[in-house]
């Protein structure tokens, strides 16, 4: 049996503002039926590809990334998942990094940062490229 909700009930059950799942609506990401006197009604279909896009904005997904990885096609789809992979493992670097260094500055021996060699190599090591997005 599908159920019908309003959009209040629907942001509910997200656990979202209703003006969210109205700019997700403008953006095409999700399509929503309109009964006869124009509201909004929300099915069991149109209420999982909301929560599809919910978890895609949470994992980091922009958007229009969320509107491209919902595409039709697998591929550009793939194209989209495989680029925010990348971006993601490339902060996780980056934030490994972070840790190392700061790690290392809490057991430093030195009394100053600058005059420790391994803080300076730290400090003279490029951060990794971080892919656009």
Known sequence: M????TI????AQLGIEAHVLRHWEQAGVVTVRRN???YRIYDDGCLERARTVLKL????LSLPEVAAAMAPEKSQAQAVVRAKIAALEG?????????TFLQHTVE???RYLDDCPECTTFVRDPEPRREPQ
């Open 36 to 38: 006869a006197s124009g």
């Open 8 to 11: 209040g009930d629907a942001a």
């Open 91 to 99: 902060e996780v670097a980056s934030r490994q990094q972070a840790i």
């Open 57 to 60: 904005r949470r994992v980091g």
């Open 108 to 110: 430093c021996r030195h």
């Open 2 to 5: 599908t159920k019908s909700m």
